[in-house]
């Protein structure tokens, strides 16, 4: 069984720093695509980062330059360094790893921007 645990989120001031880390264990191979998703209330799940095999990286306009996501793949690890948050980057974060045909999901750990 594969399981993702995330670390990492909690509570910071507006220009602070996070950084969200995932770790995959159990039986999970060829790893494929790794990113970060979130979702604040009332709103839609959506992409912030995502990075392939090869180390390519995508995220939306709304976190570029301020968030970086790097992963580890003989650790099965994704992290994600954010930098300059606001509050509009208050969410529950999901870690989610493609693999083979499989799609992996994190349980979510709470980030929240606030003074």
């Known amino acids: 069984q594969v399981q993702l645990v995330e670390s990492g989120g909690g509570l910071v001031q507006p220009g602070g720093s996070l950084r969200l880390s995932c770790v995959a264990s159990?039986?999970?191979?060829?790893?494929?695509?790794m990113g970060w998703y979130r979702q604040a209330p009332g709103k839609q799940r959506e992409l912030v980062a995502g990075?392939?095999?090869?180390?390519?990286?995508n995220y939306p306009d709304s976190v570029k330059g301020r968030f970086t996501i790097s992963r580890d793949n003989a650790e099965n690890t994704v992290h994600l360094q954010m930098n300059s948050l606001k509050p509009d980057d208050t969410a529950v974060y999901y870690c989610y790893i493609a693999a083979m045909e499989y799609e992996y999901w994190g349980q979510g750990t709470q980030v929240t921007v606030s003074s």
């Open positions: 159990g039986s999970i191979f060829d790893i494929n695509y």
């Open positions: 990075i392939s095999r090869r180390g390519t990286t």
